[in-house]
């Protein structure tokens, strides 16, 4: 199968999978939890959870197992995307080609369907651990759970010094810790949980780390390489929104070349990465190019 | 000891147990994290963690166990009311006589501090299940896990009802469903997790949930009476906020005399359940009677 034609098949598994947890009751916050499934169900990439389900299949088949933690990661991006978007921290009015949701619902309902999905990720987490009767998937379970909280500090954390500076010059290293917390942890943590679910070994754990370390990097270059020259109805995002916003970005700290050339080199390197993994790690190689090729 | 002292005891613990838990490192997202300590040790009257507590404490002594959970629930606590008292929300400027978190810091990092405390209180219960060998143990851990992220649902569902019907005319049924979920959800809880952690037999757990709800009720009507009635230089809070807001109270619906009614009935009922848990709920009377008289 090419890549293309199997990472739809992921897409469409992970949104499955994600209308099962969208709530339709008629109770007294149906608008909350609309405005929940409002942001959840807009047609992300998926990449976040389809990384924890390739890095699964990596060394086990049965990946059915590791679908919560894939569905909790997505809960996560998601209300990191609606609270970045808010008034007070990016205030953008469009992502996905849509409103953005304090737009499409109001301010109070985008903060408060943000702490939703937050705290709805860790209701799927516990709902898998109450099932889990098994000692050892349990532990490996647990250690992900502990793992997933830490990152999602670390998202919170690099958010924060994001907007921090915005407007103002910061060194290549507040750049790169920026990157790395606010980006690169969730991206790791997915590959992370993937692996952990299937017992890998410390050695394979380090080196798919590594490898989830390049393609983080090379996904935020790339970003924002297209917020410069993207075609903004492909990116669904306006262009120049970061220089507007004064945000520093790799554009705007090495140039256009030079980052494109760190993109490159990245990519490289993750493929390599993956090629120690065999023929499975065939989709893995082909996320590297994806993310490098991507024009949204 | 008389309540009022054993009370303090119990705050100094709390206070102490949240001091470990406030980062002080020379990290780019310092202020955040400032930010985040200015909401949680502000001298609340740790009423959520103490319930778990002292719940614990009439089945067994070493109550050490369930301080994890008491802390996590106070962080909690303190994200939601850094949310609650954003502009968007409920816009207060004034919480516990100090300025809320956005004024003191601003909007982007209340935000962003509510959301690391809400996570923050997962990371503190990941820790604790790593660190749980005992299977038993960790049973029961992994069934209040679980209900600690159901109980904060439905807090953020009732705060988004409170905050939808605003300056409406709402029914009764309403009101109800608003008070049951923003703020007896995690009281209810409270006292749940101390009797689950403590082993308590389900009969007991239904009477303690019992009492929760009564004190539940007594705590938002008198706080509902303390709006309109209260010193604002002993509540720090101002008099006559809700009004002023159009919310829909226990007062604005039944008036000053009949509240006062039901916060009497509520607490008597909350006093009988607890005498049937014999000398060691001597605390548990006095908190009923506590909630009800407090000026603040």
């Given at each position: 199968m090419d890549f293309k034609t199997e990472l739809k098949q992921y897409q469409n598994q992970i949104e499955q999978e994600l209308e099962k947890y969208v709530r339709k009751e008629a109770c007294p916050e149906r608008i909350l939890n609309e405005s929940m499934e409002y942001s959840l169900m807009a047609?992300?990439?998926r990449l976040r959870p389809i990384l924890v389900l390739v890095t699964y299949k990596l060394f086990k088949d049965n990946y059915e197992v590791c679908m919560p933690y894939a569905v909790a990661i997505e809960m996560i991006h998601n209300f990191s995307l609606i609270h970045d978007d808010l008034p007070a921290i990016?205030?953008?009015?469009?992502r996905h080609g849509k409103l953005t949701n304090h737009k499409k619902f109001n301010e109070a309902t985008a903060i408060l369907a943000g702490d939703g999905l937050l705290n709805n990720s860790y209701i799927v987490i516990s709902e898998d651990l109450l099932n889990t009767s098994n000692k050892y998937e349990l532990e490996k379970k647990l250690k992900v759970f502990n793992e997933f909280s830490n990152a999602v500090d670390r998202m919170i954390a690099g958010e924060y010094v994001d907007t921090e500076f915005e407007g103002k010059e910061i060194s290549s290293e507040y750049l790169e810790y920026t990157h790395k917390n606010k980006t690169a942890a969730l991206l790791k943590l997915c590959v992370r949980m993937g692996a952990i679910l299937a017992g890998a070994e410390e050695k394979e754990l380090i080196k798919l780390t590594d490898y989830a370390d390049k393609i983080g990097l090379a996904f935020q270059i790339k970003d924002d390489i297209l917020s410069v020259e993207g075609n903004e109805l492909i990116t669904g995002k306006p262009v120049g929104n970061d220089e507007a916003k004064g945000k520093c970005t790799y554009v705007s700290k090495y140039g256009l070349e030079k980052s494109k050339e760190i993109l490159e080199e990245m990519t490289k390197d993750a493929i390599e990465i993956a090629e120690g993994?065999?023929?499975?790690?065939e989709f893995l190689k082909g996320l590297a190019n994806y993310i490098k090729d991507r024009n949204k």
């Open positions: 047609g992300g990439k990016d205030n953008d009015d469009i993994f065999g023929n499975k790690a």
